[in-house]
């Protein structure tokens, strides 16, 4: 099987330390033969008033010399839109003139503004899970996107997860729309490192997935330091021999 991570973050995005060099000659060294970075695009009005615009055609400049200098690993210049079906209207035209693979897409903010990819005081309420899994259902229906990223995020905080029956119709409504948009599911390991100590979206989820005729994974470290970054056993047990590795879906 083929050793890649498609969700890595590093010096360009604002809450990385990883340096690009390092990045590469670690992957090297693991014998990975891909990896994307995939840097923050967040474009809602908070975030663009703290973090500014970043500049794309920098971003794409620092990947062609990274991948001109490591030619030993094919490397990816990826790129995680945040809430994209919230700002698609200001991302599309912004990410239209350059190659950008693998999209990933990603829900990080609620409609009352909660930030649910962070450690919150209190765990989310049914109707914010709910609105939750709302918003990744328009991200799937509405984005053009290659990959639908930390499905779950909001639960990687905590040891135990809220009950998500009332939402079972809803996440098996997005693996509908996914599979038939050929958007990849991604199998995050950030969740690993925290409290929760599962992959996200779980492996029940994975089997749902499946189950509806899923075969398109995508495999994410989620690094922002590169202790992060690295081999995951359980991460290459969880992909199956039938299971394709993720397509290019957003076709210029
Ligand atoms: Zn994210
Ligand atoms: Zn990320």
Redesign the pocket.
Known sequence: MKRYDF?I?TEFSYDSRIKGVELLQKAIDLQYDEIAI?E?LDLLPQELSIYGLPSLSRYCAYIAKLQRDFPAITLHCGI?IGDYHLVKEFAKPLIESFELFPI?G?VHFLKDHTNVAILLSSPLTKAQVIDYYENNLRLVSECDIDVL??LGVYKRYYTEAAPEDCVLPLITEIFRVMIQRNIALELNFSSLRKAYQSVIPEPQYIDLYRSLGGNLFSL?S?AHRIDHFGITRLAESLIGEHDTPIKRVVTK
């Open positions: 969700h973050h995939t923050h995680e990933l990603s990223a930390h994410g989620d």
